[in-house]
T-cell receptor, first 113, second 116 residues
Framework: DAMVIQNPRYQVTQFGKPVTLSCSQT?????MYWYQQKSSQAPKLLFH???????NEADTPDNFQSRRPNTSFCFLDIRSPGLGDAAMYLC????????????FGSGTQLSVL | AQKVTQAQTEISVVEKEDVTLDCVYE???????LFWYKQPPSGELVFLIR??????QNEISGRYSWNFQKSTSSFNFTITASQVVDSAVYFC?????????????FGAGTTVTVRA
Protein backbone atom coordinates (compact mmCIF):
# COMPACT_ATOMS: atom_id res chain seq x y z
CA ASP A 1 0.00 0.00 0.00
CA ALA A 2 1.26 3.44 -0.93
CA MET A 3 2.40 5.35 2.12
CA VAL A 4 3.21 8.67 0.45
CA ILE A 5 0.63 9.57 -2.14
CA GLN A 6 0.96 12.35 -4.66
CA ASN A 7 -1.80 13.67 -6.84
CA PRO A 8 -2.05 14.09 -9.68
CA ARG A 9 0.55 11.92 -11.37
CA TYR A 10 0.66 14.31 -14.33
CA GLN A 11 -0.26 17.97 -14.26
CA VAL A 12 -0.41 20.36 -17.16
CA THR A 13 -0.71 24.06 -16.57
CA GLN A 14 -0.37 27.22 -18.57
CA PHE A 15 2.40 29.73 -18.27
CA GLY A 16 1.56 32.01 -15.35
CA LYS A 17 -1.47 30.03 -14.17
CA PRO A 18 -1.26 29.03 -10.49
CA VAL A 19 -1.06 25.34 -9.80
CA THR A 20 -1.19 23.25 -6.62
CA LEU A 21 0.32 19.83 -6.15
CA SER A 22 -0.74 17.65 -3.25
CA CYS A 23 0.90 15.07 -1.05
CA SER A 24 -0.52 12.91 1.70
CA GLN A 25 1.08 10.37 3.99
CA THR A 26 -0.17 7.52 6.14
CA UNK A 27 3.07 7.15 8.10
CA UNK A 28 2.40 9.90 10.66
CA UNK A 29 5.88 11.22 10.04
CA UNK A 30 6.94 14.55 11.46
CA UNK A 31 8.84 15.78 8.45
CA MET A 32 7.56 16.36 4.94
CA TYR A 33 9.75 17.50 2.06
CA TRP A 34 9.24 18.83 -1.43
CA TYR A 35 11.89 18.15 -4.05
CA GLN A 36 12.14 19.36 -7.62
CA GLN A 37 13.79 17.01 -10.08
CA LYS A 38 14.53 18.04 -13.63
CA SER A 39 15.38 15.57 -16.33
CA SER A 40 18.59 13.63 -15.71
CA GLN A 41 19.34 15.59 -12.56
CA ALA A 42 19.40 14.87 -8.85
CA PRO A 43 16.41 15.86 -6.72
CA LYS A 44 16.74 19.39 -5.38
CA LEU A 45 15.19 20.26 -2.03
CA LEU A 46 12.78 23.19 -2.19
CA PHE A 47 11.62 23.23 1.43
CA HIS A 48 10.47 21.04 4.27
CA UNK A 49 8.17 21.08 7.26
CA UNK A 50 9.15 19.75 10.64
CA UNK A 51 5.70 19.45 12.17
CA UNK A 52 4.36 22.98 11.55
CA UNK A 53 7.75 24.62 11.25
CA UNK A 54 8.44 25.65 7.68
CA UNK A 55 12.04 25.59 6.43
CA ASN A 56 12.76 27.18 3.10
CA GLU A 57 15.95 26.52 1.17
CA ALA A 58 17.88 29.70 0.48
CA ASP A 59 17.76 29.29 -3.28
CA THR A 60 14.08 28.35 -3.59
CA PRO A 61 12.32 30.98 -5.69
CA ASP A 62 9.54 33.02 -4.07
CA ASN A 63 7.26 31.62 -6.73
CA PHE A 64 7.14 28.38 -4.75
CA GLN A 65 5.08 28.19 -1.59
CA SER A 66 3.93 25.37 0.63
CA ARG A 67 1.18 24.63 3.12
CA ARG A 68 0.82 21.89 5.66
CA PRO A 69 -2.65 22.06 7.18
CA ASN A 70 -2.19 18.91 9.23
CA THR A 71 0.26 16.06 9.77
CA SER A 72 -1.00 14.06 6.82
CA PHE A 73 -1.16 16.61 4.04
CA CYS A 74 1.26 18.98 2.40
CA PHE A 75 0.76 21.15 -0.66
CA LEU A 76 3.11 22.78 -3.12
CA ASP A 77 1.79 25.99 -4.68
CA ILE A 78 3.45 27.48 -7.72
CA ARG A 79 2.06 30.98 -8.02
CA SER A 80 3.10 31.82 -11.56
CA PRO A 81 4.66 28.83 -13.30
CA GLY A 82 7.28 29.50 -15.88
CA LEU A 83 8.60 27.17 -18.55
CA GLY A 84 11.62 26.50 -16.35
CA ASP A 85 9.39 25.09 -13.62
CA ALA A 86 8.48 22.08 -15.71
CA ALA A 87 9.85 19.16 -13.72
CA MET A 88 9.03 16.17 -11.58
CA TYR A 89 8.00 17.22 -8.08
CA LEU A 90 8.66 14.66 -5.40
CA CYS A 91 7.18 14.62 -1.93
CA UNK A 92 8.98 12.73 0.80
CA UNK A 93 8.58 12.08 4.50
CA UNK A 94 10.76 11.01 7.37
CA UNK A 95 10.15 10.34 11.03
CA UNK A 96 12.85 12.75 12.06
CA UNK A 97 15.13 14.88 9.99
CA UNK A 98 17.16 13.45 7.18
CA UNK A 99 19.58 11.28 9.11
CA UNK A 100 16.92 8.64 8.70
CA UNK A 101 15.67 7.31 5.40
CA UNK A 102 13.14 9.19 3.35
CA UNK A 103 9.93 7.70 2.00
CA PHE A 104 9.09 9.13 -1.39
CA GLY A 105 5.87 9.43 -3.32
CA SER A 106 5.69 8.59 -7.02
CA GLY A 107 5.95 12.24 -7.96
CA THR A 108 3.92 14.67 -10.03
CA GLN A 109 5.23 15.45 -13.49
CA LEU A 110 4.44 19.08 -14.19
CA SER A 111 4.27 20.44 -17.72
CA VAL A 112 4.00 24.15 -18.41
CA LEU A 113 2.59 25.19 -21.78
CA ALA B 1 31.52 22.22 -4.11
CA GLN B 2 30.01 18.88 -4.95
CA LYS B 3 29.37 16.92 -1.77
CA VAL B 4 28.61 13.64 -3.50
CA THR B 5 30.23 12.57 -6.73
CA GLN B 6 28.98 9.68 -8.80
CA ALA B 7 31.56 9.39 -11.51
CA GLN B 8 29.53 7.19 -13.83
CA THR B 9 26.66 8.89 -15.61
CA GLU B 10 25.47 5.77 -17.39
CA ILE B 11 26.32 2.09 -17.24
CA SER B 12 24.98 -0.50 -19.65
CA VAL B 13 25.41 -4.22 -18.99
CA VAL B 14 24.04 -7.49 -20.20
CA GLU B 15 21.91 -9.51 -17.84
CA LYS B 16 23.86 -11.57 -15.29
CA GLU B 17 26.85 -9.27 -15.41
CA ASP B 18 27.97 -7.59 -12.21
CA VAL B 19 27.88 -3.81 -12.05
CA THR B 20 29.56 -1.49 -9.56
CA LEU B 21 28.45 2.07 -8.99
CA ASP B 22 31.00 4.44 -7.52
CA CYS B 23 30.21 7.09 -4.94
CA VAL B 24 32.70 9.49 -3.39
CA TYR B 25 31.63 11.99 -0.76
CA GLU B 26 33.09 15.01 0.94
CA UNK B 27 32.43 16.11 4.51
CA UNK B 28 34.22 17.58 7.51
CA UNK B 29 31.83 16.00 9.98
CA UNK B 30 32.74 12.95 11.99
CA UNK B 31 29.10 11.93 12.23
CA UNK B 32 27.27 11.58 8.95
CA UNK B 33 25.02 9.19 7.10
CA LEU B 34 25.22 7.72 3.63
CA PHE B 35 22.36 6.42 1.56
CA TRP B 36 21.62 4.74 -1.73
CA TYR B 37 18.29 5.21 -3.44
CA LYS B 38 16.92 3.56 -6.56
CA GLN B 39 14.64 5.44 -8.97
CA PRO B 40 12.97 3.10 -11.47
CA PRO B 41 11.16 4.47 -14.53
CA SER B 42 7.99 4.83 -12.43
CA GLY B 43 9.67 7.77 -10.71
CA GLU B 44 9.47 6.91 -7.02
CA LEU B 45 12.78 6.90 -5.18
CA VAL B 46 13.18 3.73 -3.20
CA PHE B 47 15.47 3.51 -0.21
CA LEU B 48 18.13 0.79 -0.46
CA ILE B 49 20.55 1.32 2.39
CA ARG B 50 21.64 3.72 5.14
CA UNK B 51 25.06 3.63 6.71
CA UNK B 52 26.36 5.81 9.54
CA UNK B 53 29.92 7.03 9.60
CA UNK B 54 30.92 4.83 12.51
CA UNK B 55 29.89 1.62 10.87
CA UNK B 56 32.37 0.60 8.20
CA GLN B 57 31.14 -2.93 7.97
CA ASN B 58 30.29 -3.91 4.44
CA GLU B 59 26.79 -5.15 3.83
CA ILE B 60 25.20 -7.67 1.53
CA SER B 61 21.50 -7.88 0.84
CA GLY B 62 20.65 -10.50 -1.73
CA ARG B 63 22.30 -9.44 -4.98
CA TYR B 64 23.19 -6.02 -3.60
CA SER B 65 26.34 -5.24 -1.68
CA TRP B 66 27.94 -2.07 -0.40
CA ASN B 67 31.57 -1.26 0.29
CA PHE B 68 32.12 1.65 2.68
CA GLN B 69 35.69 2.91 3.01
CA LYS B 70 36.22 6.01 5.12
CA SER B 71 39.88 6.17 4.15
CA THR B 72 38.90 6.96 0.57
CA SER B 73 35.52 8.59 1.37
CA SER B 74 33.78 6.09 -0.82
CA PHE B 75 30.54 4.16 -0.55
CA ASN B 76 30.33 1.93 -3.60
CA PHE B 77 27.40 -0.23 -4.58
CA THR B 78 27.56 -3.52 -6.47
CA ILE B 79 24.75 -5.40 -8.12
CA THR B 80 25.70 -9.03 -8.66
CA ALA B 81 24.17 -11.02 -11.50
CA SER B 82 22.18 -8.05 -12.75
CA GLN B 83 18.62 -8.42 -13.98
CA VAL B 84 16.48 -6.31 -16.27
CA VAL B 85 14.48 -5.14 -13.25
CA ASP B 86 17.63 -3.50 -11.92
CA SER B 87 17.41 -0.93 -14.71
CA ALA B 88 16.98 2.39 -12.92
CA VAL B 89 18.75 5.54 -11.84
CA TYR B 90 20.71 5.05 -8.64
CA PHE B 91 21.46 7.96 -6.33
CA CYS B 92 24.05 8.11 -3.60
CA UNK B 93 23.33 10.68 -0.88
CA UNK B 94 25.09 12.18 2.13
CA UNK B 95 23.38 13.49 5.25
CA UNK B 96 25.47 15.75 7.46
CA UNK B 97 24.73 18.15 10.27
CA UNK B 98 24.17 21.82 9.54
CA UNK B 99 23.65 23.58 12.85
CA UNK B 100 20.70 21.89 14.50
CA UNK B 101 19.57 20.44 11.23
CA UNK B 102 20.66 17.72 8.85
CA UNK B 103 21.23 18.40 5.19
CA UNK B 104 20.85 15.71 2.56
CA UNK B 105 22.91 16.05 -0.60
CA PHE B 106 22.29 13.80 -3.57
CA GLY B 107 24.80 12.81 -6.19
CA ALA B 108 23.89 13.33 -9.83
CA GLY B 109 22.84 9.72 -10.23
CA THR B 110 23.98 6.79 -12.34
CA THR B 111 21.64 5.36 -14.94
CA VAL B 112 21.95 1.60 -15.10
CA THR B 113 20.56 -0.21 -18.11
CA VAL B 114 20.47 -3.99 -18.00
CA ARG B 115 19.87 -5.61 -21.38
CA ALA B 116 18.33 -9.03 -21.73
Amino acid sequence: DAMVIQNPRYQVTQFGKPVTLSCSQTLNHNVMYWYQQKSSQAPKLLFHYYDKDFNNEADTPDNFQSRRPNTSFCFLDIRSPGLGDAAMYLCATSRVKVKEKLFFGSGTQLSVL
Amino acid sequence: AQKVTQAQTEISVVEKEDVTLDCVYETRDTTYYLFWYKQPPSGELVFLIRRNSFDEQNEISGRYSWNFQKSTSSFNFTITASQVVDSAVYFCALSEAQGNDYKLSFGAGTTVTVRA
